[in-house]
């Protein structure tokens, strides 16, 4: 089969690989129809993580079940289905509680001791292959498979999204404690800054503040409903107390991760935090989604090497802020949102800016990764001719 691989710090290329297949009996092998670049594969591409060369990339899935293992009993063959980006076995104890990012049986420790969690293609979340391919192997295919309805041809753009950044966006805002007729401020408007800022329309926020460097982006973001904040218009928390009548926003998600940059495009690694803790208000609360790392030896600053940075903990403190943090599990959230987009309350495809065969995957990348004009969301249609 062909797949996008990795080959190091800004090499990727389309290869022909050995074929997916099903390794236990709870496994299903899908055939992809659509996958989708995520702009945390660009922290790979660009080589600032330890992910192996050789590693299929691609975590955001979407495709028809044509295998299925002798132990899967809801999933069946020609089921269209959407994948979590996380992968979870349904049954170990944190699965259980609904926390399917931090899933104890497929983590693996010998690669990152004490941690949890799995994903597909991706640096430090175990040896699975991703979905920037013509075929995956889904491991506990009846957990991790969500069955998509009878619209799922018609909305098939809509519904990838429900495998990574229409959930992490909306689980960003519950991060953040936003509740109805309160305001947020979200900071980036990538594709998760958005999904986010749409989540919040739908909650009933009463005010939807997206920060932001580029136009097109932040164009994006006002078609959404929210009020865009240009980064070179100066101070964001002033701009944003001038707002909310000097209080600054009910609470605010961060959006952007680890390689944050100013307006100048030079990375701060600590500035969209402090400003976030700078821009809500005193109480509010802080939904952190965008990617951190433990360790980032790329960085040319010398905390972030080692995975801190120089937190505004004074003022947060100061102002009793709360703050909740982590990869979102997506199982939470996936099959309700999916109800939206079934029932036309939700459109996430709105973002898309490109629609492109597998083989245009290396090209996507390197304009996705130069924040090219008008590249806000990439998909990609593996098996189309």
Not at 31 to 44: E, P, Q, R
């Amino acid at each position: 089969m062909k797949a996008l691989v990795y080959h190091g710090p800004k090499r990727v290329s389309v290869d022909t690989v050995p074929d997916a297949k099903i390794e236990k009996m709870t496994d299903v092998v899908i055939k992809l129809t659509t996958t989708n670049i995520c702009g945390s594969d660009l922290h790979m591409y660009e080589g600032r993580t330890d992910v192996e060369k050789g590693k299929i990339l691609g975590h955001e899935n979407l495709g028809e079940v044509v295998e299925v293992g002798k132990a899967v009993d809801t999933v069946k063959k020609g089921d269209k289905v959407v994948l979590p980006f996380n992968i979870g076995c349904g049954f170990c104890a944190n699965c259980e509680k609904g926390l399917s990012g931090y899933c104890l049986t497929c983590a693996d420790p010998k690669v990152m001791p004490g941690m949890a969690g799995a994903a597909y293609g991706f640096a430090g979340m175990g040896p699975y292959s991703g979905g920037q391919a013509q075929y995956l192997r889904v491991p506990y295919a009846d957990y991790n498979c969500l069955q998509l309805p009878e619209d799922a041809d018609k909305k098939e753009n809509d519904y990838v999204m429900l495998s990574d950044i229409f959930p992490t966006g909306w689980h960003a805002t519950r991060l953040a404690n936003l509740q109805p007729g309160e305001s947020i401020i979200i900071y980036g408007a990538g594709p998760v800054g958005l999904m986010a800022a749409m989540s919040a329309r739908i909650q009933g926020a009463s005010q939807i503040f997206v920060v932001d460097g580029q136009a097109d982006r932040l164009a994006l973001a006002s078609e959404i409903g929210a009020t865009p904040i240009h980064t070179k218009d100066g101070d964001i928390g002033d701009q944003i107390r001038e707002l909310t009548h000097g209080l600054g926003a009910d609470c605010g998600a961060e959006c952007i991760g680890y390689q944050c940059s100013n307006s100048a495009g030079k990375e701060v690694p600590n500035l969209v935090m402090n400003s976030l803790v700078d821009s809500v208000k005193a109480t509010g609360s802080l939904g952190i989604i965008g990617v951190f790392v433990p360790k980032d030896p790329g960085s040319d600053d010398k905390l972030a090497k080692v995975g801190q940075i120089a937190f505004d903990l004074g003022k947060f403190w100061f102002k009793g802020q709360k703050m909740g943090t982590g990869q979102c599990n997506v199982k939470a959230y996936n099959r309700r949102l999916a109800e939206l987009i079934h029932h036309d309350k939700a459109n996430p495809s709105m973002i898309i800016s490109h629609e492109l065969p597998l083989e245009k995957a290396p090209e996507a990348y390197k304009h996705f990764d130069n924040r090219d004009k008008g590249w806000t969301k990439v998909i990609l249609k593996p098996n189309d001719a």
